[in-house]
């Protein structure tokens, strides 16, 4: 079967064609939120607190198989005594054997006017030993429904509690 100068020519108009149609789909508008959470980890006011783990080991934040709970408030600046918008809350798990690697389902619970009602979903795998940890934002609700995009955590400050910055780049169609 003989190529024809038209085959050719039709070809690459269907191609170009497909090419623009594809390049030219919207691309859901992208925003950034800048939040913290201060996270507590001893004390009366502990914020986040082991509940389970292997029997005969420590239950702690490095110790294979152990289960944390976290309900942590989530401010507008690094200050405890700033603006409180919501609560993060959700349960890390320690998944590796050295330790190094906790799988996070977090939940963004917003109590802000802004926000009021809406929530972001977070999951993944977070090496704690990073300083920048990356995890997915898988969805949400209320104005943050369908989102998807990526959020990054920072520990900033470790005194009496961890002071989190939590980046979050969005998508949302």
């Given at each position: 079967m003989a190529t024809t100068p038209i085959k050719i020519i039709s070809y690459s108009i269907l191609?170009?064609?497909?090419?623009?149609?594809?390049?030219?789909?919207?691309?859901?508008?992208?925003?950034?939120?800048?939040?913290?959470?201060?996270?507590?980890?001893?004390?009366?006011?502990?914020?986040?607190?082991?509940?389970?783990?292997?029997?005969?080991?420590?239950?702690s934040y490095n110790t294979f198989g152990t289960i944390l709970v976290v309900d942590d408030p989530i401010t507008i600046s690094p200050s405890s005594y700033s603006t409180q918008i919501g609560r993060a809350q959700g349960i890390i798990t320690v998944t590796s054997q050295d330790g190094t690697n906790v799988n996070i389902v977090l939940s963004l619970v917003f109590n802000s006017a802004q926000y009021t009602s809406s929530t972001l979903e977070i999951q993944g795998t977070s090496c704690q030993r990073d300083n920048l940890r990356e995890l997915g934002v898988v969805s949400g609700t209320g104005r943050f429904r369908f989102a998807r995009g990526f959020a990054v955590f920072e520990t900033i400050s470790t005194y009496s509690q961890s002071v989190i910055r939590l980046t979050v780049t969005l998508a949302i169609p």
């Open positions: 191609l170009f064609i497909t090419i623009n149609i594809a390049n030219g789909k919207a691309q859901p508008p992208q925003s950034t939120l800048v939040f913290y959470l201060q996270d507590v980890r001893k004390g009366p006011k502990a914020t986040v607190s082991p509940i389970i783990g292997i029997n005969g080991k420590v239950w």
